[in-house]
């Protein structure tokens, strides 16, 4: 039996490996949903390719690290069999999660895909190592796999039950780790045991040519991550919560104070009758530009740099941020009840206290029941509903 050692700045670099894929596989998915399906399909191809070779990526580093007293190759089939099965799990868990409906079952069954993934593609790159034969322990794997699932039912139902900043990094965190916990778990029932001196090998990769593949994928990743990092910190990406929220007063007011007329057809303006102007919200669907009127618009959602419009007839992606709608629809009888939500209060049907925070209720609108509102905005929201 073959005895290693790891080098430490390799095993480290294996762990960032998996935190920045998952990272950046999470967050380049965040508001997808309502995209044209084209535009969501490459997104979620997009997202796959990253976590599965984030996965990848961090076996081989993992692997490289390892010391052995003999040279060791790696057979190019099943090499290349395993970041393909790691990509194609996490591709199905993506189609589930974004084109399904996404209920307790789905998020579970996501879960469980995308950490069957980890596993199947840490036992075919290990079978793919050449120069020694590879043991592994029954009791040992079965409880990897047991392992992986769960966590990475847990990284899905955190990062995708609420899409927000910190859901996004909570999950980052445990599926990046999963994947580190379950590599090194599974290790542990490994056993490597020395050829005969005369084995013929069959064509395989070498450690070199391996950790120069591993290098370009781990390039790609880290730039990948660097981009989502940029995306996810954008000041526009998520407005601040309340606490100091400025006054904001309706254009006519502020015409009157300027000495100016107020200007026709500007969102949330009068008309020359004195009638509020019906502002026409717009949303993309099948490349091809639609308007919802304010009034039929129940709620608005924050998806990193645009929104998701809720009607009576589904929801719909709509190219402004939640600051641009915010002000467009600011004497539309909207109003801000969370960081990442606008409700119309003329479609609130009941408003639900649960201890800091509270909920409005909504009816007719089959894709959301209820909008949050943060602690912070309860009063406010409980005054402009006349509680």
């Known amino acids: 039996m073959l005895t290693y050692t790891y080098d430490i700045p390799l095993v480290a670099a294996s762990i960032a490996i998996a935190l920045m894929a998952s990272f950046t596989g999470l967050t380049v998915t965040n508001g997808i949903s309502a995209l044209p399906i084209a535009k969501r399909k490459a997104a979620v191809g997009m997202a796959a390719i990253v976590i599965g070779a984030g996965i990848w990526s961090m076996h081989f580093v993992a692997i490289l690290a390892m010391q052995f007293p003999i040279a060791v190759a790696y057979d190019p089939q099943l090499t290349l069999a395993s970041v393909l099965i790691a990509i194609l799990m996490a591709g199905c868990a993506l189609l589930l999660l974004h084109f399904a409906a996404r209920g307790p079952v789905t998020l579970a069954v996501a879960g469980a895909l995308l950490g ?33 699932m769960g966590m990475g039912i847990l990284a899905i139902w955190i990062a995708y039950r609420t899409r927000t900043r910190t859901n996004i990094f909570m999950g980052t965190c445990i599926f990046g780790f999963s994947v580190v916990i379950v590599h090194f778990t599974a290790m542990v029932s490994t056993g490597f045991i020395r050829f005969p001196a005369d084995q013929v090998l069959t064509p395989s990769i070498d450690s ?6 591993v290098i370009v994928a781990a390039f790609l990743i880290c730039g990948a991550f660097l981009l989502s990092a940029a995306t996810f910190l954008s000041p526009a990406a998520e407005v601040a919560d309340a606490g100091g929220e400025s006054e904001r007063k309706p254009p006519v007011a502020a015409a009157e104070e300027t000495h100016q007329e107020p200007e026709i057809g500007k969102a949330g303006s009068m008309d020359t009758q004195g009638q509020l102007s019906r502002v026409r919200v717009p949303y993309e669907s099948d490349r091809r530009i639609f308007f919802l009127l304010h009034e039929q618009i129940a709620a608005i959602r924050a998806e990193g740099h645009y929104t998701v419009l809720y009607s009576r007839d589904g929801k719909h992606f709509c190219p402004w941020s939640i600051s641009e709608t915010e002000k467009r629809l600011s004497a539309c009888n909207f109003l801000r009840t969370h960081r990442s939500y606008l409700v119309n209060i003329d479609h609130v049907s009941g408003f639900e206290r649960n201890k800091d925070s509270g909920r409005c209720l909504l009816t007719n609108v089959p894709a959301m029941d209820g909008v949050p509102v943060s602690r912070t905005r309860v009063d406010a929201v409980r005054h402009a509903l006349g509680i």
């Open 116 to 148: 069957s993934g980890i596993l199947a593609m840490h036992v075919i790159g290990m079978m793919g190592i050449r120069g020694c034969s590879v043991e592994f322990g029954i009791a040992g794997h079965a409880f990897a796999a047991v392992l992986a």
């Open 208 to 213: 070199g040519n391996l950790a120069l593949i």
